[in-house]
């Protein structure tokens, strides 16, 4: 790319967590003579929503009228747009209970209280607009943002990671939670890129950076495994979409496993 | 009629998170109305997270907020706890305030340095300060960095920490990673009085000076900290943390996602660094005490833009606690993460102060699912007090430039540590 690369950082409904990650960076006070920071309401007070972007980086859900028109403004706008973290790519936590109603899920926090915004279910960003590459991870690692930034600066494209948790955790020689502890580990499903930073704490991976793309992600092998565990279907599912309940296939293949059982 | 659209920062919102705005409406006659809308989406993180188990809503928990997600996960995890009746061994609870303290330690020099001094330089952003403030901004890079260590080690990330489990750690560090820590506590120490130091000389603004009712958690062991059983307020009343609900009131408010919450049902409160200071200075030591003696009259309890001193003063005093939180830990070495624990029915309240003030998590466990749950972050408390001292604000400068009181406007808000993108909207009718 040539002359300053305008960036444009722009927030859904999320934690901010994925841009406290990238602004934690010391590594961006080098990448700043290169670039020009467009929108970015967290640090920057003269930011603009409607401007031309080179690459825009969207963080959180879609989760208000509001946002569906602001994420095609953002399209309209950028060159390259860019999901951040499991909220944008995924939906994120916020998607948890994507099968309770909207109107369930207010009333048990709001009571019979009304605001003048619309709220509606979180989505993930691609619901509504093409988006040209994806950073997982709740939040996503330092190096996530760098290998994008850095591949972008230089006219190239970053790529996908398509192994799992597991790879990494074998390579770091981690002790297996699954088998060895016995406990629901979703590292076997969950996109690789982390170093298997929770088993290395001797924590089983909930999933945060979502399930590897669903023609790799055996949700039915680890049911299985999981069933073997004496974990119940519907315990399995919830796990499993904590991070993943817009995936499509999620249901379906669990559902296989447990095909002519009786719970 | 005349519209402005302006961007500000405003912190994170309880339950919800993200985009807020301040709308001063002006009529012939003054200030009509003062609003601060909180527009983000709702993600209902009490709903979602009712009827899954107990271990995967801790995890999510955290979720609600990035800046303080320990803060979150540390008193999700106790309420828990309480709950089902466990309660640490000392010398991990001892850790875990350490961990806190990490939050704490980045959260207060990211709000000061990179959301609140650019403000005071003329800067529209912290990053353009690079050049002329090379002090500054490597003081403010090294103290994130400290926090943010701290919360990698014991916490294995710097943002939604998953190594804080029930019972205690998935993992510790070793004793020389301990060590480490408090050598890298005493070296920020002086770093720490420096932007005490710094932030004394700044203004507080008179426009906004009055009364104020504080709340803050009353610490356990009499000692300034983070972790207490009762709420103190500023008019000499104390009540326990089970009953607050009958103190701070929330109500639904038709402008905002987020609910806001008032003393007794009536009165705006404020919670934060300086309501720490107001209600227990008594419990600081060391050189925090200190400073404080020699600067009670900035500390004062009457001006919201005393917590931005009174975050500096907590980056000296937390630095300082932590080392001796460390070695009460290092006294019992070698010591194990984690207890066994046996997930039994109950409810359990834990109110901390997060970085932003009082932090409240009511949880009820049945048959280890979540069955009630109940959450108020500290930004949620202090929006009825801040659209008040927006107010005043607004009050004393509506004839002013707009783009001079949208400025003044967000530093008042600013100063209760808002770390969210946000929008003034100002209407002239
Ligand atoms: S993906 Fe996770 S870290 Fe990022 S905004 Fe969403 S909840 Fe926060
Ligand atoms: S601990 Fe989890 S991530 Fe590691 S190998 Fe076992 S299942 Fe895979
Ligand atoms: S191990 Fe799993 S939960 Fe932990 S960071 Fe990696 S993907 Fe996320």
Redesign the pocket.
Known sequence: MEGKVRIGFYALTSCYGCQLQLAMMDEILQLLPKAEIVCWFMLERDSYEDEPVDIAFIEGSVSTEEEVELVKRIRENAKIVVAVGSCAVHGGVQSWEKDKSLEELWKTVYGDGKVKFEPKMAEPVENYIKVDHRIYGCPPEKKDFLYALGTFLVGSWPEDIDY???????L?G???????KG?P????I?RAGCD?R??GFGV??IGCRGAIGYDVAWFDSLARTFKEKGISKEDILQRMKMFNAHNPKLEEMVEKIFQGVEE | MKNLYLPITVDHIARVEGKGGVEIIVGDDGVKEVRLNIIEGPRFFEAITIGKKLDEALAVYPRICSFCSAAHKLTAVEAAEKAIGFEPREEIQALREVLYIGDMIESHALHLYLLVLPDYLGYSNPLKMVNEYKKEIGIALDLKNLGSWMMDELGARAIHQENVVLGGFGKLPDKATLETMKKRLSEALPKAEYTFELFAKLEQYEEVEGPIIHMAVKPRGDVYGIYGDAISVSDGFEFPSEDYKMHMVERVVEHSFAKHSFYNGEKPFMTGAISRVVNHADKLYGRAKELYESHRDLLRPTNPFANNLAQALELVYFTERAIDLIDEALAKWPIAPREGVEVKDGFGVSTTEAPRGILVYALEVKDGRVSYADIITPTAFNLAMMEVHVRMMAEKHYNDDPERLKYLAEMVVRAYDPCISCSVHVARL
């Open positions: 799992p948790v597991c790879v990494e955790c074998r770091k981690h002790p297996c939670i699954l088998i060895e406990e580990c979703l590292g076997p969950t298997a929770c088993p089983a991976c």
